[in-house]
């Protein structure tokens, strides 16, 4: 193992909740994601900035570019441990540690299908060889970076002895994080709390690795899956930006970090993100790949902050926290929008007629509420220009 005393937190006893951005590997992955090395090193710095604790940087065996954007990822960034990612193979786990030679903290990620389906028809293993192959390649990939972690891919569908043998042996060969991957999205919240508290009470040497979660979304769990790991001691997520990833994504790394955040008193734990520029790393991954995220998106959609519904804009008006429960500043978005439309009603009419300068009488404004709403059931949402229009007495539709 290279500088054992160098590296970064990994083994640190320190309880919170490492962030592991898989964004530029497994989100990048995804049809329509792909990045060049330029635009993954625009998101690295990026992720950097946010804090992340471990950024996968990629696949280096992969290509020649994603050998050189991880290669350029690690010689670059001076913070988060580096982290390439290596099938069990003596050639893959090689090109990974001469990707990562110049980082300051580095880590290969190696991993190999454990569950019966994946052994019988994927890999044509027996128990015994993908312990021996798993032990192997842990070994290997010890004395090219500074700590190792060994993912059991298709860990939810395995035999939970087996895994805690695997797990075990990994181990005992010198990997100090254990991912237990969510493959294929097919498990529940109530399942993967039973499995990590099996998983730290069965595997040996437990007490000196970090468990770590990597959920898939096909059937809408990640996130509420990896919240649960984390409430039986998963002390590392693996989650990317706008929950890309293969097939339905990733979980999303926003609304784990936030649910962690605003459930703080219920987790009892916490990361060390910089929550107010997740919205600027989400806008910076669709200008990067061209993707847009939908309006409703948790976090950071468009609406995630935006209220037209007369009685939630009244509500909002007098207390915000009776329909919001973070700020948007805390996630880097500047302010909640109170849209105007044919929901919204007199309180928030008044109120942005206020800020334009206009000081209505009530007789006026019974008027000028009537004339909003016939407009707002044309249009989908009334901007300042329809409403200046109307306060001063002129046809909205002519002006604009
Ligand atoms: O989903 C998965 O199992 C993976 C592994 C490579 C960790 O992405
Ligand atoms: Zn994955």
Redesign the pocket.
């Known amino acids: 193992m290279k500088n054992p005393e160098q590296h970064g937190s990994d083994n640190s006893s320190e309880d919170r909740v490492r962030i592991f951005d898989t964004t530029l590997r497994?989100g990048e992955q995804a049809p329509g994601f792909a990045m060049d090395r330029r635009a993954k090193l625009r998101m690295a710095h990026m992720l950097e900035a946010l804090g992340v604790d471990v950024l996968e940087a990629g696949f280096p065996q992969a290509s020649p570019d994603d050998f050189a954007a991880v290669a350029e990822i690690a010689r670059t960034l001076t913070v988060p441990t580096v982290c390439a990612?290596a099938r069990c193979q003596q050639g893959d786990i090689e090109t990974a540690g001469r990707a990562l030679e110049r980082a300051r903290h580095s880590r290969i990620h190696v991993?190999l299908s454990t569950s019966p389906l994946h052994r019988e028809h994927k890999l044509g293993m027996s128990k015994a060889q993908v312990l021996d192959t798993a032990v192997a390649a842990v070994e290997r990939a010890r004395g090219l970076c500074h700590e190792v972690e060994f993912?059991a891919?298709?860990a939810l569908r395995t035999e939970p002895e087996f895994l805690a043998e695997v797990f075990s042996a990994a181990v005992a060969a010198g990997a100090t994080t254990l991912?237990a991957?969510d493959?294929v999205g097919y498990t529940t919240p109530a399942e993967m709390e039973q499995l990590f508290a099996y998983l730290r009470q069965h595997v040996k040497g437990a007490e000196r690795v970090i468990f770590s979660t990597?959920c898939?979304d096909d059937l809408g769990m990640a996130v509420a899956n990896s919240l649960a790991a984390v409430k039986a001691g998963a002390r590392q997520v693996e989650c990317t930006i706008n929950g890309i990833g293969?097939r339905a994504g990733n979980a999303s790394l926003e609304e784990i970090v936030m649910a962690l955040r605003v459930r703080e008193p219920y987790f009892q734990t916490g990361t060390r993100i910089d929550s107010r520029k997740l919205y600027p790393a989400s806008r910076l991954l669709t200008q990067l790949t061209g993707q847009a995220v939908p309006r409703n998106k948790a976090i950071v959609g468009d609406n995630a902050f935006a209220h037209e519904s007369g009685i939630h804009q009244h509500g909002m008006l007098k207390h915000r926290g009776t329909y919001e429960i973070m700020h948007p500043q805390d996630v880097g978005i500047g302010e909640t929008r109170l849209v105007l439309g044919k929901h919204s009603g007199r309180h928030a009419l008044r109120q942005r007629l206020q800020a334009l300068g206009h000081q209505p009488e009530d007789a006026a404004m019974d008027d000028i509420f009537a004339r909003f709403k016939a407009l707002a059931d044309k249009k989908r949402e009334i901007h300042d220009e329809d409403l200046e229009a109307i306060a001063l007495g002129q046809d909205p539709e002519a002006a604009g």
């Open positions: 497994d990612l991993f993912s891919e298709d991912n991957p493959t990597h898939h293969e």
